[in-house]
């Protein structure tokens, strides 16, 4: 498939490299994910053209925008791209009809036909009836699919979203992104988004692009990233326990010298993986049990779900689901001292 995006970004900030290689295809959407400070900003900033890269380039549909070695910068107002931002940046004193036809106004078509072409993209978010108001008199919800028509208004080639549901509630939150899925689904153009939220990325995402000090440390669709995480940020996010070590057919000797009965057979480095509801905790040692069995101390005790998540310590850091039944029979103070149990066919085993 061609690029509609082609994208190495390298940006230097003191303390600070971003280093990306980033490409889309037409109607892919690519979601950059990472804890703070990763760079996903610098990244987006430096796509629209409101950052100037150091070094690489940015190409969009063929078109050069950026390129420190030749010395070719775009402004980012002669970029195709659409721009959602965290706080939507609607302008205050204009309607939302003016706003979503700000663009095309820009580029410009006259004012009767931008407006015309606005009432038509507002309808398309259902807001045909609020075109008047201006986005003081709009819910957050509302203005964010303002600020999501008035992107779409100039047909970029590039959309790109930023953090484009963490201001609104969970209500809304859940509505929007049903509806921004199906616009990005519509949208013929490449779309990158940043998120925090693993749930919005897996939703609206084709692909995850994972970024942490400015680097890519794993890209791929959710199902492969979630069941195959290589980073502790990525177990933590999708919710897995993960380890390193190094395999010997089905035991796999830890960091730190705990072993691991797998399933799969490996050799050399590689990554173990369990989901905590994997995890069985029991008050004694069980007999007739699973060929993992150790002895581990209650950290911390919260919801989730409808279980309980047990974080503890022992000879690995342990994340562990329980239903409450099971609970029943433990003594959950953090503290208390209990036998956690995995059966090998519960762990994922792949090189690292
Ligand atoms: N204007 C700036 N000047 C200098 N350094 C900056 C500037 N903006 C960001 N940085 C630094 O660049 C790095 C990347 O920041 P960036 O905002 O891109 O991360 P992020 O992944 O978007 O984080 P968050 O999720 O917190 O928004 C950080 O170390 C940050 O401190």
Redesign the pocket.
Known sequence: MTELLDAHLVVE????T?DLPLTAAPGEVVALL??????????LRALAGLLPLHGGHVTIGGRRLDDPDTRRFVAPEKRSIGLVFQDYLLFPHLTALDNVAFGPRCRGVSRQRARADAAGWLDRVGLAEHARRRPRQLSGGQAQRVALARALAVRPDLLLLDEPLAALDARTRLDTRVHLHRHLAEHPGATVL?T?DPLDAMVLADRLVI?EQ?RVVQSGDAATVTTRPRTDYVARLVGLNLYRGRADGTTVELVGGFRLATAEPQHGEVFVAFRPSAVALYPRQPDGSPRNTWPATIVAVAPSGDNLRIELAGPIPLAADVTPAAAAHLNLTPGARVWAALKATETTTYPA
């Not at 990472?34 to 990244?43: I, Q």
């Open positions: 900030r003191p303390g600070f971003l990472g804890p703070n400070g990763a760079g996903k900003t610098t990244a940043i925090h970024v400015g």
